[in-house]
């Protein structure tokens, strides 16, 4: 992981893939799940630098993946566990770093749930479990790419969108410590720049201007590359999220839903392959483009 340009696609959604497809589906199986993922591996992964996977429904695309682009693979379990003290990440059972390097990943990659707010034992479980994979990292010597989601622990809607900035700073200057191991940190843009339903008319949340300097703060904490995830907003709201995220330090992408998230609406699977190669690959591009990456 030398280069200091990141294009990724991230395709290891679980729950949240299953829901979209319901929408649609009367019935969604295992291998409706593992077909639709791989339309969209089987189009898109030739356009990125690499593509995350999941180890549920994915296993039997690794090879897919590999013959086009590079491979990650994610290592926690779908979802959180919530407690009365904060939200606990679980490793997915029957999966590990040593698993991953078998199947041929170049990194692997850990969702964690993390605020700073949380009781003592929850921050010390999440911070542990980060050090366990960073440990394992290291014996199996392949990169570890950490993914920090800030949430509203005790906090109102208003409250956490105005503290998340800060939230992130203070989770940046936690992982970025060598102790982790971390050699890419995958984040949240840290302001909020579309509205609020019932809470903002008056338009954006944070200026640019703002986010600008958020961005600036992130990037002089941390002592790795940093890449923006997508949180599942459209490409039109991704696109000025990366705009500002590029010219203020960051080193890219790792998105999956803002590109390809339509694609899920077509039952037809040759409209889904004709959007995923129209639209899904211009979305893919764009976003390419903003990092200054040619493919």
């Not at 707010?117 to 570890?144: D, Y």
Request: charged share 30%; with cysteine; hydrophobic share 45%.
């Amino acid at each position: 992981m030398i280069s200091k340009k990141f294009d990724m696609l991230a395709v290891d959604q679980r729950s949240s893939f299953v829901k979209a497809l319901k929408k649609v589906f009367p019935r969604v199986t295992k291998s409706l799940v593992k077909e639709v993922k791989e339309d969209i591996i089987r189009t898109l992964a030739p356009f990125a630098g690499a593509v995350l996977i999941d180890p549920v429904y994915s296993l039997g695309l690794a090879d897919l993946v590999k013959e086009s682009s590079k491979l990650l693979f994610c290592l926690e379990k779908s979802g959180v566990k919530k407690t009365k003290g904060g939200w606990l990440t679980e490793l997915q059972p029957g999966f590990s770093v040593a698993k991953a390097k078998r199947l041929g990943a170049f990194a692997v990659k850990l969702n964690l749930h993390y605020s700073p707010l949380a009781s003592k034992k929850v921050v010390n479980h999440q911070r542990n479990l980060v050090k366990k994979v960073g440990r394992a990292c290291k014996e199996h010597k392949i990169p570890f790419l950490l993914e920090i989601i800030t949430y509203p622990f005790n906090l109102s809607v208003e409250e956490f969108i105005f503290r998340k900035p800060f939230l992130i700073l203070d989770s940046v200057r936690e992982f970025s410590k060598k102790d982790y191991n971390v050699r890419i940190l995958k984040l949240q843009f840290p302001c909020d720049l579309d509205f609020v339903k019932g809470f903002s008319k008056k338009g954006f949340l944070f200026t640019k201007a703002d986010c600008a300097e958020f961005c600036q703060l992130i990037s002089k904490e941390v002592r790795v590359p940093w890449v923006l995830l997508s949180a599942g907003v459209n490409i039109r709201i991704f696109k000025e999220q990366l705009k500002i995220a590029m010219r203020n330090g960051c080193s890219g992408f790792l998105a999956g839903r803002a590109v390809w998230q339509d694609a899920l609406k077509f039952k037809d699977k040759n409209k889904r392959l004709r959007w995923l190669r129209t639209k899904g690959l211009a979305n893919l591009k764009a976003l390419n483009k903003l990092v200054g990456v040619k493919r």
